[in-house]
């Protein structure tokens, strides 16, 4: 099982959508369900995405699509970039349910170009998150309203093409469902039995979870399971001097035997070999590779963007 890390994204009770500013180190190749906004507001940025890296710097915006597997890594350059995440239920068509859409917006891009110059995305990016900061109505109204005017804005003037999806692969889409379980996995997952506690607790067969979870994200619900633990085991490796029999045992493998040979397989080194490449890296144990920032500074580049 090589497998890309799903993301959950979790937005507030505001809005389907989350937008933050951040200094980021690296991400490892992940996925997830909404549509996400980049811009690069100081140093660079390198994103490992298809169809080829492409490295973002001050002042470059781009669109990663829903489901698209990326990777983020920093530059020898320090960074700080403003993420806008949407959920995907934005981008539904009210007409048929079946289309989804694929954005074409990336300025360091030799293709295709939008009709307005990036210039537009990238102040419209940086209003809405200097409005999401804000804690009152109106800013409540205004980063909405902001939110579906950058959508309608990319249907018109971005160049997007149309997925159609065969009307019986609905059946396997449910999002609340799919978050039920993953939640319940990460909670979960130091226990032994923790996909019989699942089944039980969602009133659901195995085979039918099994089922759910491949055509979701590809993977089966065991090898979500150890998805999670390998990745829970990882910054103990790194930031720890614990004993790797504690970790095997406080991470869910059962025994240390286990864990050697799972993660092995999994991450392609022995947890011992992860652990020495680890020590020569920067202690943060941030597993998505958030640094800290200058909060002012934040401040004044997006009102510069703007």
């Not at 090589?2 to 505001?14: N, V």
């Not at 859409?101 to 293709?111: E, I």
């Not at 950058?150 to 971005?158: G, N, P, R, T």
């Not at 396997?172 to 089944?199: A, C, H, R, S």
Request: charge should be neutral; proline fraction near 3%.
């Amino acid at each position: 099982m090589k497998s890309y890390i799903f993301e959950a994204i979790e937005h507030g009770k505001k809005y389907p959508a989350k937008a933050f500013v951040t200094s980021i180190d690296h991400s490892s190749f992940h996925w997830h369900y909404e549509y996400e906004i980049i811009l690069v507001l100081k140093g660079a940025l390198l994103i490992n995405v298809s169809p080829k890296p492409v490295v973002l710097e001050a002042g470059d915006i781009i669109l990663l699509n829903s489901k698209a597997i990326h990777e983020l890594q920093r530059t020898e350059e320090e960074n700080l970039c403003l993420f806008i995440q949407i959920n995907q239920c934005l981008f539904s068509d009210f007409k048929d349910r079946n289309r989804t859409y694929y954005f074409y917006l990336n300025s360091k891009t030799d293709g295709l170009y939008p009709k307005k110059d990036y210039c537009f995305f990238t102040s419209l990016a940086a209003k809405i998150g200097l409005e999401f900061q804000r804690n009152d109505t109106v800013g409540y109204y205004h980063t909405k309203s902001m939110l579906y005017m950058l959508i309608a804005d990319l249907f018109e003037y971005v160049p997007y093409e149309i997925h159609q999806k065969a009307a019986t692969s609905r059946e396997n889409e449910n999002p609340v469902l799919l978050m039920q379980i993953i939640e319940f996995i990460q909670e979960n997952y130091k226990k032994g039995n923790v996909l019989d506690e699942l089944y039980k607790t969602l009133g659901i067969s195995e085979k039918t979870v099994y089922r759910f979870l491949k055509c979701n994200v590809g993977l089966s619900s065991k090898e979500l399971v150890t998805n999670c633990r390998i990745e829970a085991s990882k910054p103990m490796l790194k930031f720890s001097d614990k004993p790797i029999s504690y970790i095997a045992d406080e991470c869910g493998f059962g025994s240390e035997n286990t864990f050697y040979r799972v993660f092995k397989k999994e991450v392609g080194v022995t947890p011992n070999e992860y652990r020495l490449n680890g020590m020569t890296l920067e202690k943060n144990p941030d597993v998505k590779g958030y640094l800290s920032f200058n909060q002012k500074e934040a401040a004044e580049l997006l009102n510069k963007y703007i």
